[in-house]
């Protein structure tokens, strides 16, 4: 299995921006597959998931209500919808993918050694 993220960048506080992770090399029916970010000198933290057959999601309470997770079964994509960014959102985030549901991989403990697979990660910078 291969994630990868792309849709990184700069932005200015209040605004907007997608993030992508195609997914590739397996069957993607029992996975779910999440966004986990993680800015400068803090730990890895879960943004949002999303279950690849049903679309069952699950947020951070940090990003509810500007963040939106969604998947695109025909492309393998995963996007994540960002909008009214921080800077306190500025973090390479990274995909990944979990035979778990979506609050599971949401409430899984630090350093997440239960998720399958990882994708290399993508900047986010919002500038205020």
């Known amino acids: 299995v291969q994630l990868q993220a792309s849709g990184g960048g700069l932005v200015q506080a209040g605004g907007s921006l997608t993030l992508s992770c195609a997914a590739s090399g397996g069957t993607f029916s029992s996975y779910v597959v999440g966004w986990f970010r993680q800015a400068p000198g803090r730990e890895r933290e879960f943004v949002a998931s999303v279950t690849w057959s049903f679309g069952s999601t699950y947020y951070a309470d940090s990003v509810k209500g500007r963040f939106s997770i969604s998947r695109d079964i025909a492309k393998g994509t995963v996007f994540l919808q960002m909008n009214s960014l921080k800077p306190e959102d500025t973090a390479t985030y990274y995909c990944?993918?979990?035979?778990?549901?979506?609050?599971?991989?949401?409430?899984?403990?630090?350093?997440?050694?239960?998720?399958?697979?990882w994708g290399k990660g993508t900047l986010v910078t919002v500038s205020s």
């Open positions: 990944a993918a979990d035979t778990t549901t979506a609050q599971g991989l949401g409430v899984m403990p630090f350093p997440y050694n239960g998720v399958d697979y």
